[in-house]
C-alpha cells in the first residue's frame, strides 16, 4: 500500500451511481480523510464497526483506508478510546505484536487483538487485528522500527484505521508460521523486551472478508469516473464475488497472479513483472526515466512533474496469459495540488515505483494506484476461497 498524503477546488467528476442494494455493500468516499489539516489525496475511505468479541459494547470507527494492496484491519488505539479488547497471548507471560514496514522507512506496531469485526451486514467474529500504538514501558524493536517515524497518531497516519482486503487469507501466511526472519510478528513481555516471533496461520491478521458468513471470497470495488480532478468522489465495496445477485463477475477480464502475488505490466519496453493494483497507493507509481519528478522541497514530493500532461498505455498480461492494454495520463502534481488545493480526488497522479528504470536494484513494478479504480469495478479474489464457476482458482484481479 501507499501512504502519500497530499494537498490537493475546482475540477469536475461524473455522477456517481447509486450503490447496488444489498446487505453486502459499504459506501467509499475520496474526501481528504478525518485527520483535521491534512488533505489526503486519492484515498477511499470507510466505516467498520468493532465489537469486543461475543458482545455488543462496539465502536463505530469512520475514516478507514480501504486498501487492496494488503491484508487485515489496522487500526489506531486512539480511535477506539472506550473499548477494551483481548490482546493475543503468546508463549510464556508474553503477547503478540505486529509490524509493518513501509518503503519510505515509516512503519505500524502494535498488539494483535481480537473483535467482531462487522461491514454492512457482514461478520467476521474473533477476527485477530493489529492495534496501532506507540508500546509503554518498553520501546519499539529495532528490527521493526529501522530508525524510521511510528505512524500511531491520526495526523501521520492519514486515516483512523486501514482495511487490507487483499488477495490474501492472512498478511504474512505460511512464511511467518515457518521463519522468525520476516520481522512481521514478535513477542513481547509487560515491560519488553521484544523478540521476533513465528505464529500459526490461525492467530494471524486476517482478512475481515474470509470470516464472513457467505461472501467471504473476496470483494469488489467499484468508484465513480473522475474527469482531471474533484473535490470528492464516490464509490462502493460489495462484498463476495458471485455469491449474490449484485456481485456477478460478468463480462469482467481475470488476470491470475504468480506465487509472490503479482503479474506482469509491459510499459515502455520494460516487463514489469512485479506487478499489482493497490487501492492504497494514492497515484500511478511505475519507472520512467523520461518524465521529470517534482523537487523534493516542494508539495508534491514522490510525484512526477512533466512540463504538460503526458499520455501513456501499458498492458497487464495475467499469469493465464489474459492481456489487456490500459490507457492513462500523467500531470503535474505540484501544480495540481496548488491549482485544485481543496480537491481530493485526482485522476492522473503518478510517481517512480522504486527508481526511473527498471533493474540495477530498483523496483520492476507497475503500481495501479486509486486512480487506476476511477470508473473501473474491480474484482479482488483471495486465495484459497471459492470462485464463481467458470474462474480461474484464485487469487486474481479482474476488471
Do not use: H
Request: charged content about 10%; glycine content about 14%.
Amino acid at each position: 500500500m501507499g501512504l502519500l498524503a497530499a494537498c490537493g477546488g475546482g475540477g469536475s467528476s461524473t455522477q456517481s451511481p447509486p450503490p447496488p442494494p444489498g446487505n453486502n455493500v459499504v459506501a467509499l468516499m475520496v474526501n481528504g480523510g478525518p485527520a483535521p489539516g491534512v488533505n489526503y489525496s486519492d484515498a477511499a475511505f470507510t466505516s467498520v464497526i468493532v465489537c469486543a468479541p461475543g458482545s455488543s459494547n462496539c465502536a463505530t470507527v469512520d475514516g478507514i483506508l480501504v486498501d487492496t494492496g494488503s491484508v487485515g484491519l489496522r487500526l489506531l488505539s486512539s480511535a477506539i478510546p472506550s473499548l477494551s479488547l483481548p490482546v493475543l497471548a503468546g508463549p510464556g507471560n508474553t503477547s503478540y505484536y505486529n509490524c509493518v514496514d513501509f518503503v519510505d522507512g515509516t512503519y505500524l506496531w502494535g498488539p494483535v487483538a481480537q473483535a467482531d469485526i462487522e461491514m454492512a451486514g457482514e461478520k467476521a467474529s474473533g477476527a485477530s487485528f493489529q492495534l496501532i500504538e506507540n508500546p509503554t514501558g518498553f520501546s519499539v524493536p529495532t528490527a521493526c522500527s529501522q530508525g524510521g517515524v511510528n505512524l500511531d497518531t491520526l495526523n501521520d497516519l492519514g486515516a483512523n484505521g486501514i482495511l487490507g482486503v487483499g488477495n490474501y487469507p492472512q498478511d504474512c501466511g505460511a512464511a511467518c508460521q515457518n521463519s522468525t526472519s520476516p520481522d512481521v510478528y514478535f513477542t513481547c513481555g509487560a515491560s519488553g523486551p521484544c523478540s521476533s516471533s513465528t505464529i500459526t496461520v490461525a492467530k494471524q491478521v486476517t482478512n475481515p472478508v474470509v470470516g464472513f458468513t457467505t461472501d467471504n471470497n473476496g470483494v469488489i470495488i467499484e468508484m465513480q469516473s473522475v474527469d482531471g480532478e474533484s473535490a470528492t468522489a464516490s464509490g462502493s465495496m460489495i462484498f463476495g464475488i458471485g455469491t449474490e445477485s449484485n456481485n456477478a463477475l460478468g463480462s469482467a477480464k481475470v488476470y491470475t497472479l504468480n506465487d509472490n502475488g503479482f503479474f506482469t505490466a509491459d510499459f515502455n519496453s520494460q516487463t514489469l513483472t512485479e506487478s499489482f493494483i493497490d487501492s492504497g497507493s494514492n497515484g500511478y507509481f511505475f519507472p520512467d526515466a523520461s518524465i521529470t519528478q517534482c523537487p523534493g522541497n516542494s508539495i508534491a514530493p514522490g510525484f512526477y512533474c512533466p512540463a504538460n500532461t503526458v499520455s501513456l498505455s501499458a498492458q497487464n498480461v495475467g499469469g493465464n496469459g489474459a492481456t489487456g492494454t490500459v490507457n492513462f495520463s500523467v500531470d503535474n502534481a505540484v501544480n495540481d495540488f496548488n491549482n485544485f488545493s481543496s480537491d481530493t480526488a485526482f485522476a492522473n497522479l503518478a510517481g517512480p515505483n522504486g527508481g526511473t528504470n527498471c533493474g540495477n536494484g530498483s523496483a520492476c513494478g507497475f503500481d495501479w494506484g486509486l486512480p487506476f479504480f476511477f470508473g473501473r469495478n474491480v474484482f479482488v479474489s483471495i486465495d484459497g476461497q471459492a470462485v464463481p464457476s467458470g474462474a480461474p482458482a484464485a487469487p486474481w484481479w479482474a476488471y
